[in-house]
C-alpha cells in the first residue's frame, strides 16, 4: 500500500526560457526527472504549435505533455484552455499511478485571458478512494480570481466525497493570498507552506522569488516537507520556480 506522496507542481512557461529566448523543453525533462515526484501539475503546456515546430529544430514531435512524461510517467492528462491559429496550450497532469477519470473545465473570466482547472481521479494501490487531483491556473485580476475561487469551490462540493483525499496545485496568481480563505477556511484544506513554513511560498521570478503565486493545497494528508526549488537549473528554464511536497496520507 502506497502512503506517501512526492507532488510537485510547475508553471513551465510553455517550454521556453524568459523573454521566450530559448526552447528549454529538454532542460525541463530532465531537470523534472531530478525531482523523482509521484505526481506533476503543469501550467502553461504546449498541446501544439505549428509555428515552433518548423521554427527551431529542437522542438519535440510529441506535444510537451507526452515529452515530458516519457518513460518516468505512464499516466498523464491534458486539458487544452487557450487556443489559436498556430495551436493551444494548457494544463497537465503527469502520474506514475492510473489515471481512472478526468474532465477539464474552461473557468476564463474573460476572452482575453484563457484559464482552466484540471480535475483527475488517481488510483494508488490498496487506497479504498480515489485521489482527487486538480490542477488550476487562475486569472491575473483579483475580480477573475474570485469568481474562479467560487466555481472550484462549487466543483469540489459537488463532485469531491467530503471524506476523499484531495490535492489542488497550480499557478493561482495570487499575490493578495486571497485563496486560503476559500480552501482553508470554507473547504478545509491546508497549504502545504503554511503549514510547513508559517506562509504560501515565494515562487516568482525563479531567480529571485518576491511574489508568492503558486501554491499547493491538501486535504486528508500530514505535510512532512515542502520545498521551493530556485536558483540553476530551473531560473533557466522558465520564470516561476518548482514547489515540491512531501506528505503521508492519514
Known amino acids: 500500500m502506497v502512503n506517501k506522496l512526492h507532488i510537485a507542481t510547475y508553471n513551465i512557461h510553455k517550454g521556453f526560457s524568459h523573454f521566450n529566448r530559448r526552447v528549454m523543453v529538454h532542460q ?3 531537470s523534472l526527472r531530478t525531482l523523482n515526484a ?8 504546449m498541446g ?9 529544430h529542437n522542438w519535440p514531435c510529441d506535444p510537451q505533455y507526452e ?12 486539458g487544452k484552455n487557450a487556443v489559436y491559429d498556430e495551436g493551444h496550450h494548457g494544463n497537465a497532469i503527469l502520474s506514475r499511478y492510473p489515471i481512472v477519470r478526468w474532465d477539464n473545465r474552461d473557468v476564463s473570466a474573460h476572452r482575453f485571458e484563457s484559464r482552466g482547472m484540471l480535475h483527475c481521479e488517481i488510483s494508488l494501490p490498496g487506497w479504498t478512494e ?6 488550476v491556473h487562475l486569472g491575473l485580476f483579483r475580480r477573475g480570481q474570485s469568481r474562479q475561487l467560487q466555481i472550484l469551490e462549487q466543483h469540489i462540493e459537488r463532485l469531491v466525497p467530503p471524506k476523499a483525499p484531495l490535492v489542488i496545485a497550480g499557478d493561482f496568481n495570487d499575490w493578495r493570498e486571497l485563496a486560503s480563505r476559500v480552501l482553508v477556511e470554507r473547504l478545509e484544506l491546508s497549504e502545504a507552506f503554511e503549514l510547513t513554513e508559517g506562509r504560501v511560498a515565494r515562487s516568482f521570478p525563479s531567480a529571485l522569488p518576491l511574489f508568492r503565486l503558486d501554491r499547493i493545497y491538501v486535504r486528508g494528508f500530514h505535510v512532512e516537507e515542502a520545498q521551493v526549488h530556485q536558483g540553476r ?4 528554464i522558465s520564470d516561476h520556480a518548482v514547489l515540491t511536497a512531501r ?3 492519514r
Open 67 to 78: 515529452f515530458l512524461a516519457h518513460s518516468m510517467w505512464p499516466e498523464f492528462a491534458y
Open 28 to 30: 525541463l525533462r530532465d
Open 38 to 45: 509521484d505526481i506533476i501539475f503543469l501550467q502553461e503546456v
Open 130 to 135: 480515489n485521489l482527487h487531483c486538480i490542477c
Open 233 to 236: 537549473p530551473w531560473s533557466k
Open 48 to 56: 501544439e504549435h505549428k509555428g515552433h515546430s518548423e521554427r527551431f
Open 247 to 249: 506528505m503521508v496520507r
